[in-house]
């Protein structure tokens, strides 16, 4: 049953527009940032230094860049899930399919379950199309400027690692906004609910933490704690140091990151197993 | 003996907690296996949440739901595979054509093939429309797909809720002789309306609900039997109406100009009353009133 179910939600999921309109969005706002801030960083340098400092774009750093900062769940790693999530379980609720699929016996968290489990393969396909996109953008940037030859300096072993670091930093976004979709079952509602924690809330939260000295604490916040896991996707840089400044532990950050997804999706299922589903 | 499919014990719902709106109050229902049933009242009477609570998709405050003899709450729908229905405005994806929502609720039943989805879409009317996005479809064609949804794995029983609304006279017609039909080959329905003459119609069975109680279940004939109104033109009206006081079985007695009206009893008996009490009426006519004279009196 819930197999059977997964492959519907999936099949649902690959012929509706919210996916391709985010697949396309994420593409192009990656293929913008790495251009913009390829050309922004030498406009800077030529200058003598005054936007900053710029990430370099080119290869192996801005793999690295693209993995870690621009696809961060604080980021577009954080924005894909909500707006997929949201498109996926909310506006069921609004056209009453979600109702038509309970009141056709099939379980409750059956319903929830597969649904949820069906967003993993959507976000992993964004994610390697925007590796793709925004990995070939960097090469470009690279091959125009330095030439072809700094790719031997990546880890490519670790590619399918950073892959699924990323992806997993995703999931609790994913979960979170589903547990936001079950509580208010509006588009704006879940939209604004959890754009709000990931831009503002957890900051509040980590520094009250911080406050109250539990400072080690806040790094295990949802957010945080896989901002850090994408941290680790440094590796990508053969001889990098920079993963050995961590605060946590990879193990850890993996465990921290599916932790607060079964949290959330904990919650959400079991609100969802209570509610009362008008019609 | 009559095998119930469906009954309910009890049932209530109390939206808001304890000082909420009671939207069903403690309704007992029976619907048997092969029937039409109506369930029928006025806006707001409670139809939609109690259909809600049969589908699993309400908690029921108190009481107690049974589909096949299995119970039914949010969190046992095991009965539901059974049950097809429509309630409220039909629920598809916008964005998919009729052919792709059916194909989509096809995967949920391992028995409903390519063959299946093609006849409920031409049971329905739709067979033409099959493959237009179903955003741009009128209130009349969703409500027909919502139909074929309800009917797509040939279901044991049918809760429909205004299942016309939005058709036209001709869809409402053909929506009638569907049901007749589907009950004629072992379905059950239990149909939710305001439409009096459609239920008067196509049920066996009716149950009346007002402010979330029922008011009348039974038979079409037998409630509206009840009903029936004798009229007699007689030379004293207020004297025969004294009379008929006395007959056992009259629920209402009404004078009005040179006639008396009454209700609860047949119109040999009302004849026989009178002439003993040396009344003889000049006119004596039984009107078997609508259902929707039954309903408004019912409802009131
Ligand atoms: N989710 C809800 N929360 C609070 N009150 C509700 C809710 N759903 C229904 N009600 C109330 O319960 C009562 C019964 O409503 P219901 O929709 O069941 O009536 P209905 O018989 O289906 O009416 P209609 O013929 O208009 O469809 C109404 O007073 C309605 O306002
Ligand atoms: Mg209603």
Known sequence: ?279 | MYEIVLQTEDLRKQFGGPGGIVAVDRIDLSVRRGEVFGFLGPNGAGKTTAIGMLLGLLQPTSGRVELFGQPVTPRHVAALRQVGSLVGAPAMIPGFTALQNLHVLAGLHPDVDERRVDEVLEIVGLAEAANRRVKGFSLGMKQRLGLAVALLHRPELLILDEPTNGLDPAGMREIRELLQTLAGAGATVFLSSHLLHEVEQVCDRVAILNRGRVVAQGEVSLLLGDQAVVRACVPNPVAAAQALRQLDGVTEIESNGSYVHVKGVSSEAVNLHLVQHRIIPSELTSGRPDLENVFLELTR
């Not at chain 1, 080690?216 to 949802?222: D, E, I, K």
């Not at chain 1, 607060?260 to 197993?273: E, K, P, S």
Request: hydrophobic share 55%; net charge positive; no cysteine.
């Open chain 1, 1 to 279: 049953m819930f197999a059977n179910l997964w492959a519907i939600e999936q099949r649902k999921t690959f012929k509706r527009k919210a996916f391709v309109i985010t697949l396309a969005g994420t593409a192009a706002l990656l293929v913008f940032l790495v251009l913009g801030t390829h050309f922004s960083a030498q406009v800077a340098a030529q200058q003598g230094g005054g936007i900053g400092e710029l990430p370099s774009m080119l290869w192996p750093s801005g793999i690295v860049v693209l993995l870690t900062d621009f696809l961060s769940p604080g980021f577009i790693g954080g924005i894909v899930p909500v707006i997929l999530a949201t498109a996926f379980l909310v506006e069921e609720y609004r056209w009453g399919t979600l109702q038509l699929w309970l009141s056709r016996g099939v379980p409750r968290s059956t319903v929830l379950g597969a649904k949820a489990a069906a967003l993993v393969l959507p976000l992993l396909l964004t994610l390697i199309a925007a590796t793709l996109i925004g990995g070939g953008a960097s090469a470009l940037v690279t091959h125009l400027g330095a030439g072809p030859g700094s790719a031997e300096q990546v880890n490519f072993a670790q590619l399918v690692l950073s892959l699924l670091r990323t992806l997993t930093a995703m999931l609790p976004v994913a979960a979170l906004t589903l547990l936001l979709g079950v509580l208010t079952r509006s588009t704006a509602g879940t939209l604004g609910a959890a754009m709000g924690y990931l831009l503002l809330g957890e900051q509040l939260l980590g520094g009250l933490l911080s406050l109250t000295g539990l400072s080690t604490a806040a790094l295990y916040l949802p957010i945080t704690v896989s901002t850090v896991l994408t941290l680790y996707n440094h590796t990508l840089i053969k001889g990098s140091e920079a993963a050995k400044s961590i605060p946590v532990g990879q193990a850890a950050a993996f465990a921290g990151a599916l932790l607060w997804t079964a949290v959330f999706l904990g919650l959400a299922m079991w609100r969802f197993n209570r509610q009362d589903l008008s019609i």
